[in-house]
């Protein structure tokens, strides 16, 4: 089985948000949002050419996912500019359902964070506005 196999089964077996496996080892969350890759950044966890299996990703996770340079991702639900941003960083995509934006968690508009990098011009960039909203958003 490979370790995207593996990441997604463990995400499929458990209550995790999202499964980041390299070289055998395995890192969980159960957090929501961008938080666990913003903290396995901010950690500076060596995930290149890690494989993820994720919940839901929105071009802000994708962001994130470039930054952690992994080399593919499975989603459950990911967002057509997500999916764009995964594949120009060269990362393999895979998804069950492709949707043209992630709706925040009360269903009545987009997500802020899918929002806020609408205008990044780079994964750094990206970055910097999710921290922005992030603070605005506390």
């Known amino acids: 089985m490979t370790e995207l196999e593996q990441a997604v089964c463990t995400l499929r077996?458990?209550?995790?948000?999202?499964?980041?496996?390299?070289?055998?080892?395995?890192?969980?969350?159960?957090?929501?949002?961008v938080a666990p890759l913003l903290e396995l950044l901010q950690k500076e966890t060596d995930l290149a050419g890690a494989s993820c299996a994720d919940r839901v990703i929105g071009n802000g996770a994708a962001y994130l996912y470039?930054?952690?340079?992994v080399?593919?991702?499975?989603?459950?639900?990911?967002?057509?500019p997500a999916e764009k941003t995964l594949k120009q960083a060269g990362i393999s995509v895979?998804?069950?359902?492709?949707?043209?934006?992630?709706?925040n968690r009360t269903k009545d508009g987009f997500?802020?964070?899918?929002?806020?990098?609408?205008g990044a011009v780079s994964p750094e960039n990206a970055l910097d506005l999710i921290e922005k909203r992030?603070?605005?958003?506390?």
Not at 71 to 80: Q, R
Not at 94 to 103: N, R
């Open 13 to 33: 077996a458990g209550n995790h948000t999202c499964v980041l496996r390299k070289n055998g080892t395995e890192y969980t969350s159960d957090r929501r949002g």
């Open 66 to 69: 470039v930054l952690l340079k």
């Open 71 to 80: 080399k593919e991702v499975y989603a459950e639900i990911i967002s057509e």
């Open 94 to 103: 895979s998804y069950d359902t492709l949707v043209p934006a992630i709706m």
């Open 111 to 118: 997500c802020p964070i899918e929002q806020a990098v609408q």
């Open 134 to 138: 992030l603070k605005t958003l506390r």
